[in-house]
């Protein structure tokens, strides 16, 4: 069983839906959450950043995570075309593996106008 | 304007050949990272650095090598040892402390 699970999809959505991305995993030890956007041929880029339970918002996008659970989510409200990205959930442990991110293989999305 | 530079941004390699990926960053970051991304596999993590003149393996480094002579340089070498060599290859760096990786924009590199 891989430490991180992530459904690749593909996922596609009419323009305006809201979109609901989710990560599992099974390693307790996993302290801080990220989720990151990429677009074809370039380099992910970092969107939402937590270490704690809970919700952390930041314009169209909801970051949710619940340790209890290990359960991680990331909603994009009013989804644009130009969302259509594949997103990668990542997350790390501290201690002496601080800074070593595990990452699901990434979700493909296609917002469609 | 700060970022992380790779290059070159497509790289073919003969068999037989090392050929060796640049990473440069400007951020004044103390980590970087090497990362592999094959279709539907996410990122695996190759060979990491914390701080200068030191690096640690990641979990596919057969194959591969680095060095970490400058804070702003981690280059990566594909030898000839590492059979299946085709993919993204990603650099990464971040600060110290509780700080997200940020990621430069990849090389891919392809058998001729």
């Known amino acids: 069983q891989k430490e991180v699970e992530q459904d690749p999809g593909p996922l596609s959505v009419p323009e305006g839906a809201i979109v609901s991305l989710n990560c599992t995993y099974s390693?307790?030890?996993?302290?801080?959450f990220m989720w990151y956007r990429q677009y074809s041929r370039k380099g992910p880029e970092l969107l939402m950043y937590?270490?704690?339970?809970g919700n952390k918002e930041d314009g169209r996008f909801t970051a949710q995570v619940d340790k209890s659970s290990k359960y991680i989510s990331l909603f994009i409200r009013d989804s644009q075309p130009s969302d259509s990205a594949t997103y990668l959930c990542a997350m790390g442990a501290g201690g002496t593996s601080y800074g070593k991110l595990t990452f699901g293989q990434g979700t493909i999305l296609t917002v469609h106008p | 304007d700060g970022g992380i530079t790779q290059s070159p941004k497509y790289l073919f390699r003969k068999e037989g050949q090392n050929v060796t990926l640049s990473c440069e960053q400007n951020?004044?970051?103390?980590?970087m990272y090497w990362y592999r991304q094959d279709p539907g596999q996410g990122l695996r993590l190759i060979y990491y650095s914390q701080i200068v003149n030191d690096f640690q393996k990641g979990d596919i480094a057969e194959g591969y090598s680095v060095s970490r002579e400058k804070k702003e340089s981690f280059p990566l070498t594909v030898t000839s040892a590492q059979k299946n060599p085709t993919a993204f290859y990603l650099c990464?760096?971040?600060?110290?402390?509780?700080?997200?990786?940020?990621f430069g924009d990849g090389t891919r590199l392809s058998i001729l």
């Open positions: 951020l004044n970051h103390d980590a």
């Open positions: 390693n307790s030890a996993f302290q801080y």
């Open positions: 937590t270490y704690s339970s």
């Open positions: 990464a760096s971040r600060r110290t402390g509780a700080q997200p990786q940020h």
